[in-house]
T-cell receptor
Framework: ETGVTQTPRHLVMGMTNKKSLKCEQHLGHNAMYWYKQSAKKPLELMFVYNFKEQTENNSVPSRFSPECPNSSHLFLHLHTLQPEDSALYLC?????????????FGPGTRLTVL | QQPVQSPQAVILREGEDAVINCSSS?????VHWYRQKHGEAPVFLMILLKGGEQKGHEKISASFNEKKQQSSLYLTASQLSYSGTYFCGTGYTDKLIFGTGTRLQVFP
């Protein structure tokens, strides 16, 4: 238990569906992150939020839409995904972004796009 | 900018030792080590700050050579529970970047 929770843990969706991933951290951190982890590939940073403001978008396609209503919650809204988007999506948090603070990860959502 | 880890994979028998290396092309402020078991979240193991610091965590320890811009993770007398993928995260003044990972498998 790292203090970061993610729901759902598994998600199967068609290419025309719309779904959302949720992340919540109970560590009092101010920064939250979305990562994509594909098989046999390194962690790919997608988005960074610091004090609810998006500070980094790593050229992520617009079919992924993040939302950070407060420092404890982070969402990733998904629509018209492609099969190659199937992966493990990890959420992480740290004290602040823009520095080398240790990041704590949630268990991830295993996404399968049919 | 991504740190390079070596080896990419290690296979061990219980009780054997292993070393995993992490190298950066840029000056480092810190190095973070994580372990991820299949289907689970990466779990933070330890952080090393610049200064040639060495740390230990049970039978897992690490060193950080600031001048060489590299860190090594030492696993001694490995146990079955050590199996997983080990990631280093290299800390710079403005961000933390994760390496490609080293897959470690320990067999009885």
């Amino acid at each position: 238990e790292t203090g970061v929770t993610q729901t759902p843990r598994h998600l199967v969706m068609g290419m025309t569906n719309k779904k959302s991933l949720k992340c919540e951290q109970h560590l009092g951190h101010n920064a939250m992150y979305w990562y994509k982890q594909s098989a046999k590939k390194p962690l790919e940073l997608m988005f960074v939020y610091n004090f609810k403001e998006q500070t980094e978008n790593n050229s992520v396609p617009s079919r992924f839409s993040p939302e950070c209503p407060n420092s404890s919650h982070l969402f990733l809204h998904l629509h018209t995904l492609q099969p190659e988007d199937s992966a493990l999506y990890l959420c992480a948090s740290s004290q602040e972004a823009g520095g080398p603070d240790t990041q704590y990860f949630g268990p991830g959502t295993r996404l399968t796009v049919l | 900018q991504q740190p390079v880890q070596s080896p990419q994979a290690v296979i061990l028998r219980e009780g054997e030792d292993a070393v995993i290396n992490c190298s950066s092309s840029k000056a480092l402020y810190s190095v973070h080590w994580y372990r991820q078991k299949h289907g689970e979240a990466p779990v933070f193991l330890m952080i090393l700050l610049k200064g040639g610091e060495q740390k230990g965590h049970e039978k897992i320890s690490a060193s950080f050579n600031e001048k060489k811009q590299q860190s090594s993770l030492y696993l001694t007398a490995s146990q079955l529970s050590y199996s997983g993928t080990y990631f280093c995260g290299t800390g710079y003044t403005d961000k933390l970047i994760f390496g490609t990972g080293t897959r470690l498998q320990v067999f009885p």
